[in-house]
């Protein structure tokens, strides 16, 4: 499985999504600049988490307009799987690959803390080593998670089963408990919760390795 790993300035967790993919693929992916203008023929992008542009405007408004995402945009389109992590999860929204936004939490706090979730379709490139209904454990880390969508966008998201992970536990407010959503061909996936950061027993969570493994059996 050949990957890419999107940089933005004040990305922070662009190194570990690069470590989980090459424990799974076995090679390292391609580290390519907000900058750049063009992308390896990869099989997965990959927009990890972070602080891209400091959260400046709106967490994710500036990645979103890098010159990188004009490819990234125009391949997903296309089909290829794309991966948004916490502030990937912003920039999707953002780009309009994905409905919704992602608000200030309720509580006005940034969470980090591990969080369960539960997996609610399990049928996607992304999750498919997981099973409806499983439940799993997966670190957070964010001020800007409370997801937002309008009624009939919400109605969609459920309808064409488009959610693909709620919170057990709500940490942020999001509406209707959800943690991850696919866009409706399930090509897109933008999730708040770091599945990187749960790939090793000495990270305190194994849960997150089947994200990558699912990646690496369809791909």
Same mark, same amino acid.
């Given at each position: 499985?050949k990957?890419?790993?999107i940089?933005?300035?004040?990305?922070?967790?662009?190194?570990?999504?690069a470590?989980?993919?090459?424990?799974?693929a076995?090679n390292?992916?391609?580290?390519?600049?907000?900058?750049?203008?063009?992308?390896?023929?990869v099989?997965l992008v990959?927009?990890?988490?972070?602080?891209?542009f400091?959260?400046?405007l709106?967490s994710?408004?500036?990645a979103?307009?890098?010159?990188?995402m004009?490819?990234?945009?125009?391949r997903?389109?296309?089909?290829?799987?794309?991966?948004?992590?916490?502030?990937?999860f912003q920039?999707?929204?953002?780009?309009?690959?994905?409905?919704?936004?992602?608000?200030r939490n309720a509580?006005l706090?940034f969470?980090? !803390?591990d &969080?369960?979730?539960k997996?609610? =379709?399990a049928?996607s #490139?992304?999750t498919?080593?997981?099973?409806?209904g *499983?439940? %799993?454990?997966?670190?957070?880390?964010?001020?800007?998670?409370?997801y937002f969508?309008?009624?009939?966008?919400?109605?969609a998201?459920e309808?064409n089963?488009?959610?693909?992970?709620r919170?057990?536990?709500?940490?942020n407010g999001?509406?209707n408990d959800?943690?991850g959503?696919?866009?409706?061909? !399930?090509? &897109?996936?933008?999730?708040m919760? =770091?599945p990187?950061? #749960?790939?090793?027993?000495?990270?305190?969570?194994? *849960?997150? %390795?089947k994200?990558?493994?699912?990646l690496?059996?369809?791909?």
């Amino acid at each position: 499985m050949k990957s890419a790993v999107i940089v933005f300035p004040g990305s922070n967790c662009d190194r570990d999504v690069a470590v989980a993919l090459e424990k799974i693929a076995g090679n390292r992916p391609h580290m390519v600049w907000h900058g750049e203008t063009d992308l390896p023929e990869v099989d997965l992008v990959v927009l990890p988490g972070g602080f891209s542009f400091g959260d400046y405007l709106r967490s994710g408004a500036m990645a979103g307009r890098s010159p990188i995402m004009k490819e990234v945009i125009t391949r997903a389109h296309k089909g290829k799987p794309t991966l948004g992590i916490c502030n990937g999860f912003q920039v999707l929204t953002e780009t309009g690959l994905l409905p919704g936004a992602l608000m200030r939490n309720a509580g006005l706090n940034f969470v980090c !803390r591990d &969080v369960t979730l539960k997996v609610e =379709h399990a049928n996607s #490139a992304f999750t498919n080593a997981y099973t409806n209904g *499983d439940e %799993i454990r997966i670190p957070v880390a964010h001020h800007d998670g409370n997801y937002f969508a309008d009624d009939d966008t919400l109605k969609a998201l459920e309808d064409n089963a488009q959610v693909a992970f709620r919170y057990k536990d709500n940490p942020n407010g999001s509406q209707n408990d959800i943690a991850g959503i696919y866009n409706e061909s !399930r090509s &897109v996936l933008g999730l708040m919760p =770091h599945p990187e950061r #749960a790939i090793g027993a000495e990270l305190g969570s194994t *849960d997150g %390795i089947k994200m990558f493994e699912s990646l690496m059996a369809s791909l």
